[in-house]
Structure formats: structure tokens, C-alpha cells
């Protein structure tokens, strides 16, 4: 017998048709595993752009002169950055004028790298948060301040988280 006479008997094509549908099921074995994906974030903060200038405006020199600033920061979810602030007086040429920075009010508590500020919990990078910066002029230092003159400061915010 041949093995075309071979193909063509019933029982050997059916054996042979079988072999040839199982063979790639014997063939493709299957395994599964698992690996772990991590990541560690760590806290981060920033000033914020969107913090505002403070601007005292024309000076009454009778009376203490009083304004106030946004200070806006963005931390990673419930970091809580404590924020001081350095700054000394404001200069122009008819020489300084000293003004104080304050936490709750204008007289309240004083505001520098001193007598620091925990800020309130941070809710994230996507949006801002921020806390007014109060700020006065005594009229004794507006008093004593050169007429006609623009002064100016520049306040730099430090955030420790």
C-alpha cells in the first residue's frame, strides 16, 4: 500500500485530520503570573503664580494704612507647608518706610521668617490654595516717610513641608 492508499482509507485520513486539529492546542501552552507596579510620592509644594501683590496705594500719614495680599500655594494632597516670610522695609529715594506683615489681621500676629505659618492642609497640584497676608503702615512710619516718593519691597516666601 502507498501513502496515497494510505490517505485515502477512512480511518487514516480521520486519524490524520484529528492529529492535525490538536496538535497546535498541544502545542500552545498557556502560564500566568503577576508582578506589583509602585510608586512612592513624596511631598512637594510651590508658590504659586497666581499670588497677589500687595499695594498699600497713596498713603494717609494721620492714620496706620492697611492692605492685604493672596498668597497662593500648591502642595501634594495634605501636605501642610509651614510659610515664612523675609522681607525688611520698602525703599525708594527718599529713603525706607517700614511696614509689618500679619497672619490674621493688621496688629494681629506678626508674619515673617520668625513667627512662622502653618498653612492650612493642601488639597493638590490642580488647584491653588491660598491665605491672605495682611499688612500695615503705622502712621508714625508713614510720617517719617520722604513725600512724593514710590517705595518698594520685594517679600520672598519660603515653604518648609
Known amino acids: 500500500m502507498t501513502s496515497v492508499d494510505l490517505m485515502r482509507a477512512p480511518l487514516t485520513r480521520a486519524l490524520t485530520l484529528f492529529c492535525l486539529a490538536v496538535a497546535p492546542a498541544a502545542m500552545a501552552a498557556t502560564a500566568t503570573g503577576t508582578f506589583q507596579v509602585t510608586a512612592e510620592v513624596q511631598a512637594q509644594c510651590e508658590v504659586d503664580t497666581s499670588t497677589t501683590d500687595m499695594d498699600f496705594g497713596v498713603i494717609d500719614v494721620t492714620t496706620d494704612n492697611d492692605a492685604t495680599s493672596s498668597l497662593a ?33 493688621p496688629g494681629g500676629q506678626v508674619w515673617d521668617n520668625t513667627n512662622t505659618r502653618t498653612l492650612p492642609a493642601a488639597t493638590g497640584f490642580g488647584t491653588a490654595d ?7 503702615i503705622t502712621a508714625l512710619n508713614a510720617g517719617a516717610a520722604g513725600v512724593g516718593n514710590d517705595y518698594t519691597d520685594t517679600v520672598t516666601v519660603t515653604l518648609t513641608f
Open 130 to 136: 491660598t491665605v491672605t497676608v495682611y499688612g500695615r
Open 73 to 105: 500655594y500648591r502642595c501634594t494632597t495634605g501636605t501642610q507647608p509651614v510659610a515664612g516670610l523675609t522681607y525688611s522695609q520698602m525703599s525708594g529715594t527718599g529713603g525706607n518706610l517700614a511696614y509689618t506683615l500679619y497672619q490674621d489681621a
